[in-house]
């Protein structure tokens, strides 16, 4: 294991294992956190990082090994350990008390008391703008958690560490819900606290951000340490072939699929104060990109297809007959799936098993008088589970015991029982890791090549321009632009999805691509 310097590590886990139920989560994974660096923990969905981190936090005990903190022997029996050490914790979803204040939750436990013992408020709001001052952060410390933004709510859990004078900071999937402006911030504040000694253990599965922040990076691959190395001189092929076990030669393995005859038309749909006059084609056997920034509305504008929220005014097509789409059981009559961006709240229940999530669309054709044939759904789910290839105990696991990257497979299963021929992914590799975006590119140009039109929203310029047949943009609920995949470029694309309204309702548009 290479070492940034002569300094004892300030966390040491040696030869740690971790199974459930036979399953080996962990085997013999070495990790070591030294002070004043960015370590960025990574590796596929299922490779063991979260239950590494879980394990630090003294969530989970280990099977077996060793865990050292400042070169002496510690047990973390519980998450209360872990804090008195100095360990934190901050997570893709905050976990902050909405209705209280900045103040109240950064000190939430260690409160500042009064001599008769009551909460000293006065001192507890002073004592809060030190930790922010520390961050280089201005919030007003009064103000409820519920009226801030993501990447603010993430700066209080930072905040909210610092005041528990935490030597460690873990930050799991930190920027997946950030602007690009915010993650800026974010890693600004990742170097301040580098620069003051604290050690971050930082994990994401955007490679990108890995070699921008980290100064070292271990992977981990099916629950095995694979290596440690120093960011500087690694290149992304390399850090891909420790994750994988294998060349990715092709993250976006496109097909080239004759363009079918039209299948959705969407003309002049408006939904007041959301979007407005969106009209585009939709073709057999397409992949179209729907591109834009954060608050563009592509979501609103899927979600409105698929009969979410229908629109106030506009028309659409399917298969050259105009059709009123006013609920989701409409929409996949009509043959259409979306599979939304967040699996984890619209996408799965996840206390349910495989089974009950992937034919939970389809019951009826299980059903009989209320009675649910279990033998042919079972039959239906592991057709689909084997289709997808789905990494998981068997059918009866739960949802929720899934990695993301199968819990995402399981949300596609679940919308390609329904038998789609209008299939729209909205984000569809969020937040998984790159071994399985490539399984799932590949999965979508296969189903093209088998007839099913895709609208796909993504925010991974790469994943646009690799995947798209033609690419749409979209700019504060208006589109934009409109290329060809030959036309498409990053630049193009970012100019239209910063294009600014004009003040009659206009739209600064782009050259289109080619209307048919």
């Known amino acids: 294991m290479t070492k940034p310097s002569n300094t004892l590590p300030v966390l040491q886990m040696q030869h740690i294992y971790k199974s459930y139920e036979g399953v080996k989560a962990l085997v013999d994974v070495q990790l070591e956190l030294y002070p004043g660096e960015v370590h960025a923990l990574v590796g596929e969905n299922g490779a063991g990082k979260s239950t590494l981190v879980k394990i630090i936090m003294g969530v989970i005990q280990p099977d077996s090994g060793e865990i050292l903190f400042n070169n002496e022997l510690v047990k973390m029996d519980n998450p209360q350990i872990a804090q008195k050490m100095g360990i934190a914790a901050i997570y893709q979803e905050a976990s902050l008390f909405p209705d209280l204040s900045v103040a109240e939750n950064i000190f939430l436990g260690h409160e500042p008391l009064t001599k008769v013992g009551a909460i000293d408020w006065r001192k507890m709001n002073e004592m809060a703008v030190k930790p922010l001052e520390e961050l280089g952060i201005k919030l007003d410390v009064k103000r409820r958690v519920v009226t801030l933004t993501i990447a603010q709510m993430q700066m209080v859990e930072i905040a909210k560490a610092l005041s528990f004078d935490a030597k460690i900071l873990i930050m799991d999937e930190p920027t997946s819900a950030l602007t690009s402006h915010e993650v800026a911030d974010l890693f600004g ?35 095995h340490f694979v290596e440690t190395k120093p960011v500087k001189g690694m290149t992304r092929e390399e850090l891909v072939r420790a994750m994988v076990g294998r060349n990715i030669d092709n993250m976006f393995p496109k097909l080239k699929v004759k363009r079918g005859e039209l299948v959705l038309e969407v003309k002049n749909l408006t939904k007041a104060g959301i979007f407005n006059d969106i009209s585009f084609k939709l073709y057999k056997g397409e992949i179209l990109g729907l591109a834009g920034l954060v608050g563009a509305r592509r979501t609103d504008v899927a979600t409105t297809l698929f009969g979410i929220a229908p629109a106030d005014s506009g028309e659409v097509y399917i298969d050259g007959e105009r059709v009123s789409i006013n609920g989701p ?6 043959g259409m799936a979306y599979v939304p ?44 589970h084997d289709k997808l290839e789905v990494k998981s105990a068997g059918l009866d696991q739960l949802a929720q015991e899934l990695s993301g990257g199968n819990q995402q497979k399981v949300v596609l299963a679940k919308w390609l029982s329904t038998r789609p021929h209008i299939l729209m992914l909205d984000e569809p590799t969020r937040g998984i890791d790159v071994g399985t975006k490539a399984a799932v590119h590949e999965l979508m140009s296969k189903l093209a090549s088998e007839g099913i039109a895709i609208l796909m929203i993504s925010s991974e310029m790469p994943e646009i321009l690799g995947m798209s047949d033609r690419v749409l943009v979209m700019c504060e609920g208006r589109l934009t ?36």
Do not use: Y
Request: proline letters at 2%; a positive charge; zero cysteines.
């Open 481 to 516: 632009g409109e290329f060809t995949q030959k036309e498409a470029t990053q630049e193009k694309i970012m100019h239209a999805a910063t294009a600014r309204s004009l003040a009659n309702g206009d739209t600064v548009l782009l050259k289109p691509a080619e209307k048919a």
């Open 189 to 223: 504040i990742v170097r301040k606290l580098r620069d003051a000694g604290k050690t971050v253990l930082f994990i994401s599965h955007r490679l990108e951000e890995v070699f921008e922040v980290a100064d070292r990076v271990t992977v981990l691959r099916d629950g």
């Open 341 to 384: 961006e967040n699996r984890q709240i619209h996408g799965l229940v996840l206390k349910s098993n495989i089974t009950k999530n992937i034919t939970l669309p389809v019951l009826k054709e299980f059903s009989k008088a209320l009675i649910i044939n279990q033998r042919k759904e079972a039959g239906r789910a592991q057709e689909m």
């Open 329 to 334: 059981q409409k929409a996949m009559a009509l």
